[in-house]
């Protein structure tokens, strides 16, 4: 069966570091890869989409890279701030239509 | 442009009641979809309506139907309620085009519903 896995432990890392998020599938091939993030009591903020012939897509601080051959796409977050803790979700596109299936996402910490 | 729109934010229901969740989109976009997210589980996909048809469904019992209105707006209608249906439910709109996934979803805030 279809599975997504992201690291269940929760990341902690100083201010000014570069966090690394973790999204690995199995048993499909996604055309398409979106990355989320999620604060406590609200829902998820669209934040990157790769396609399977990208390897790397930026936006300012963040990074997304899609290895398909892998199964794998990692998300990086430079000069990480306070204000970066949340939970972050992969969601790989499987079906037709807005079928998103989400990691269980994994929750960043970034002290200062 | 005003963001998705979820209502009522916080619910309790006893058990064997039905419950109605409301969800208004961002204006213009044509596909709603609604998932339910439990520390358990994460978030699992329910359904998605586009142009007021079912398009896609998850793997729910199907005591968990939704709708969607000429407007755009979708409630979402859970009967026979059950302790494990405690969850935050979330709806979410998109500009589809092609319908391919290239669309970032717009979530709302969620309903939290408590079932006791």
């Known amino acids: 069966s279809q599975k997504i896995e992201q690291n269940s432990e929760a990341l902690n890392i100083q201010e000014g570091k570069t966090a690394t998020l973790t999204c690995n599938y199995t048993n499909y091939s996604p055309a398409y890869l979106q990355w989320y993030r999620q604060d406590p009591g609200r829902g998820p903020v669209f934040l990157l989409l790769i396609r399977e012939n990208e390897k790397e897509k930026r936006k300012e601080r963040l990074k997304v890279t899609f290895d398909t051959t892998l199964k794998q796409s990692l998300f990086h977050i430079t000069a990480s701030q306070p204000a970066d803790s949340a939970t972050y979700l992969c969601?790989?596109?499987?079906?037709?239509?807005?079928?998103?299936?989400f990691g269980t996402g994994t929750q960043l910490k970034v002290e200062l | 442009k005003a963001g998705v729109t979820q209502t009522p934010r916080y619910l309790i229901k006893t058990r064997g009641q039905q419950v109605t969740l409301s969800c208004s989109p961002i204006?213009?976009?044509?596909?709603v979809s609604w998932y339910q997210q439990t520390p358990g589980q994460g978030l699992q996909f329910l359904f998605e309506y586009f142009s007021e048809t079912q398009r896609n469904k998850g793997n729910f019992p199907g005591r968990f139907s939704g709708r969607q209105f000429s407007n755009s707006r979708s409630e979402m209608n859970v009967s026979t309620l059950e302790l494990g249906d405690s969850a935050l439910y979330l709806c979410a709109s998109s500009l589809v085009g092609t319908g391919d996934g290239r669309s970032p979803l717009h979530f709302g805030n969620g309903t939290r519903l408590t079932v006791t």
């Open positions: 969601a790989p596109l499987t079906g037709g239509g807005n079928k998103l299936t």
């Open positions: 204006s213009g976009h044509r596909s």
